[in-house]
């Protein structure tokens, strides 16, 4: 059972997801923990995390998570695509829990930018720290 960001989300596959992994075995796979996803510069919707969250507890326990934060994913990309210097990559994203913990997770350089789900004030309060802070992707050109 695979979650991930859908806007066709009913109850009837959240249930069908409950009893696979529960009762069939199924194993519990999650592409990434984002709680909200911004939809514009002003609206934000659920993300995969929100439905990630209604499983877990209903489960008792998390899926496993292939995608940010886990390393698993950037492991992949790195071994289909030869890299072996990480100094070489940067990861651009506007989460600081999903985006920029993958990086850190990884082992690489990272980049929030200001245009989506992070704003200057969470970076300040947050644990999670970027290597770099942008107000558009347009600064790394």
Do not use: W
Not at 41 to 65: D, F, I, Q
């Amino acid at each position: 059972v695979s979650t991930q960001s859908t806007g066709q989300l009913t109850h009837t596959k959240m249930t069908k997801a409950f009893i696979y992994v529960r009762e069939c075995g199924a194993e519990y796979i999650c592409t990434n923990q984002d709680l909200v996803c911004p939809l514009s510069s002003s609206r934000l919707l659920p993300g995969t995390g929100a439905v990630l969250a209604g499983l877990t507890a209903a489960l008792g326990h998390t899926g496993k998570v292939i995608g940010k934060p886990s390393p698993i994913f950037f492991d992949i990309v790195a071994l289909e695509h030869g890299i072996t210097d990480k100094s070489r990559v940067l990861m651009v994203g506007d989460n600081l829990l999903t985006d920029i913990q993958f990086a850190a997770n990884s082992g690489i350089d990272s980049a929030v930018v200001y245009t989506g789900v992070t704003k200057p004030k969470d970076v300040t309060e947050s644990a999670v720290k970027p290597t770099y802070c942008l107000n558009s992707v347009a600064e790394l050109l």
